[in-house]
């Protein structure tokens, strides 16, 4: 019997270990190797029972929530406030169910993430929530073979796979802050992204660029910076800005980090916050109500975030299907004291660029 054969006489039903690896031609500890995660499997045989696996399925019983198990939280990186407020929200749910969390970051794991995938095999966590990372399609593969949940918080980019998500109103969010500093009067507004190849960047610049549009003012492309959502980007970015001959008199910063930066530079270079330059962040962390002066920023949920993709993950582990597959929560423009009309100067009525 051929193996074509073989695979129709199985029907539609999912399969067992033992009748992949029948139709694999391999033994049942090659088929079991590959179900529990473990490397010690030839490429070429991993793919083909991987591939049996996706056509069929896996029999495997319903696993339950228990007090032994855990969430594995996994952050592209560990850095600033922001981890903090997610691991709270997953927190807060975790402790419910009687669950610990374990954090690991992937940007500092070995290789290309595939040992990382191997270390949360070896925990055999109840689910995996990934934090604005993106996994490639064998890492998703293997997670999915062994049955275990995955749920992207804040995606990094689109996934190849179809995934279950939460995310916030990044487009509004931008179009907000954007809006509000022309309805204080400016026209030169600068924006500093983060990286292009992030959702959440692209739809942050995208609404900066609505609002623009709608108030008939040209998106100038001097005063479009690229980041990477860390500080140092505010203070580079805003030292060239201000060096224009006709420079901002507004920047808005596509997250909180980028702003300090902003603050960081306009203090290196003399200038008043609002009086000589209003910023807007993103993400409303609790620091920003605490700098001189406060910062206006649009405030983006991550714990109420985080504790909804953890509930989204144990509803999975359950066996139970989600009422939705995406949840996007609403972002709100948090007014404070670092913007302010724009102060004309000059006999021409603009500012004048900062000399190096």
């Not at 600033?80 to 419910?96: F, L, M």
């Not at 995606?155 to 931008?174: E, F, I, K, R, Y």
Request: charged content about 20%.
């Amino acid at each position: 019997m051929t193996a074509l054969e073989e695979s129709s006489a199985f029907g539609a039903e999912p399969l067992t270990i033992a009748e992949l690896a029948q139709l694999a031609g391999v033994s049942t500890a090659t088929v079991s190797k590959v179900v529990n995660g473990r490397s010690a499997v030839a490429p070429e045989t991993r793919a083909l029972i991987e591939g049996l696996i996706r056509e069929h399925g896996y029999r495997r019983q319903r696993r339950r929530i228990n007090p032994a198990a855990q969430v594995e939280l996994l952050f592209h990186e560990l850095a600033g406030d922001y981890p903090t407020q997610i691991i709270k929200g997953v927190g807060r749910v975790a402790r419910r169910h009687r669950l610990a969390v374990t954090v690991s970051e992937l940007r500092s794991g070995r290789g290309s993430g595939g040992d990382w995938v191997e270390d949360v095999l070896s925990r055999r966590p109840t689910g995996v929530i990934a934090v604005f990372s993106s996994l490639t399609d064998l890492q998703h593969d293997r997670l999915a073979t062994r049955g275990i949940p995955l749920v992207l918080l804040d995606p990094l980019g689109d996934p190849a796979q179809p995934v279950p998500s939460v995310g916030a109103g990044n487009w509004t969010g931008g179009l907000a802050a954007t809006h509000h500093l022309l309805e204080l009067g400016h026209r030169r507004i600068a924006v500093i992204t983060g990286p292009p190849h992030a959702l959440s960047s692209r739809a942050r610049l995208d609404g900066y660029r609505a609002a623009l549009d709608t108030a008939g003012v040209p998106a100038d492309p001097d005063l479009i910076c690229q980041g990477d959502f860390q500080i140092q980007d505010g203070v580079t970015n805003t030292h060239r800005l201000l060096r224009l001959a006709d420079p901002p008199t507004a920047v808005f910063a596509c997250n909180d980090g980028q702003a300090i930066g902003v603050y960081r530079a306009a203090y290196e270079l003399g200038l008043r916050i609002p009086d000589d330059l209003s910023v807007v962040g993103f993400d409303d962390m609790p620091q920003t109500r605490w700098t001189v002066p406060p910062l206006t920023t649009v405030h983006q949920p991550l714990t109420e975030m985080a504790a909804a993709a953890a509930d989204m993950l144990l509803t999975l582990a359950g066996g139970e299907p989600l009422a939705r597959d995406r949840i996007e929560f609403a972002t709100d423009l948090v007014v404070r004291d670092s913007t302010a009309p724009p102060r004309r100067q000059g006999p021409a009525g603009r500012r004048q660029g900062v000399s190096p």
